[in-house]
């Protein structure tokens, strides 16, 4: 049984179609690449299988939590990188000590434990873009989304950051434009 499927999804944005009729079936543990030019759709369609959208028509079932890292970041401006890598663990749970030593391991595997006491602010974009990831996998997710989670990284930070996503024991969709990225995935799919 697949962790998130849709049939027949579509979605607008006013009377602009932005994705029509996609169907799509991810199974447990699979790799996938996101592909297609800027304006295809990707990030719609990214936030509507985490359930942050609507689809205009058809339907997105998942059999697991789902785990999103935005294109944009989303971090909280007024908090370290270790804090918002702790917010997300304490809602998922963890408490105290426990959300901090999560915290700063996987801090450490993206390379950023020397900032992890720095406002986000203060971070270039890779190093947010790196704590987004943090963020996400520090949880354990079932189902990780990523909307182009190594567009800001350098080669080898890039290399660090695809490590630690295929590491991960989830479900993976990356949006990317990045041929090398499609290839590491199991397979791609392609939005025109």
């Given at each position: 049984m697949p962790v998130l499927s849709c049939h027949g999804v579509s979605c607008h944005a006013g009377e602009r179609e932005i994705v029509a009729d996609f169907a799509f079936e991810l199974a447990e543990?699979?790799?996938v690449a996101l592909m297609g030019p800027s304006g295809s759709g990707k990030t719609?369609?990214?936030t509507t299988l985490a359930g942050l959208r609507p689809p205009s028509a058809?339907?997105?079932?998942?059999?697991?939590?789902?785990?999103?890292?935005?294109?944009?970041?989303?971090?909280?401006?007024?908090?370290?990188?270790?804090?918002?890598v702790e917010v997300a663990l304490r809602a998922a749970g963890h408490t105290g000590r426990d959300a901090m030593r999560?915290?700063?391991?996987?801090?450490?595997s993206l390379g950023l434990s020397e900032y992890a006491g720095h406002l986000v602010e203060e971070l270039s974009g890779g190093q947010q873009q790196r704590v987004a990831v943090a963020r996400a996998l520090a949880v354990g997710p079932r189902v990780l989304l990523a909307d182009e989670p190594t567009a800001?990284?350098?080669?080898?930070?890039?290399?660090?950051?695809?490590?630690?996503?295929?590491?991960?024991?989830?479900?993976?969709?990356?949006?990317?434009?990045?041929?090398?990225?499609?290839?590491?995935?199991?397979?791609?799919?392609?939005?025109?």
């Amino acid at each position: 049984m697949p962790v998130l499927s849709c049939h027949g999804v579509s979605c607008h944005a006013g009377e602009r179609e932005i994705v029509a009729d996609f169907a799509f079936e991810l199974a447990e543990g699979e790799r996938v690449a996101l592909m297609g030019p800027s304006g295809s759709g990707k990030t719609t369609l990214l936030t509507t299988l985490a359930g942050l959208r609507p689809p205009s028509a058809g339907h997105v079932s998942r059999t697991a939590p789902v785990t999103l890292v935005f294109q944009s970041y989303g971090l909280l401006a007024l908090l370290t990188a270790a804090e918002n890598v702790e917010v997300a663990l304490r809602a998922a749970g963890h408490t105290g000590r426990d959300a901090m030593r999560r915290a700063d391991a996987v801090l450490a595997s993206l390379g950023l434990s020397e900032y992890a006491g720095h406002l986000v602010e203060e971070l270039s974009g890779g190093q947010q873009q790196r704590v987004a990831v943090a963020r996400a996998l520090a949880v354990g997710p079932r189902v990780l989304l990523a909307d182009e989670p190594t567009a800001e990284q350098d080669s080898g930070n890039r290399e660090l950051v695809l490590k630690e996503l295929l590491a991960a024991e989830a479900a993976l969709v990356i949006a990317t434009h990045d041929p090398e990225v499609a290839d590491r995935c199991d397979r791609v799919v392609t939005l025109r």
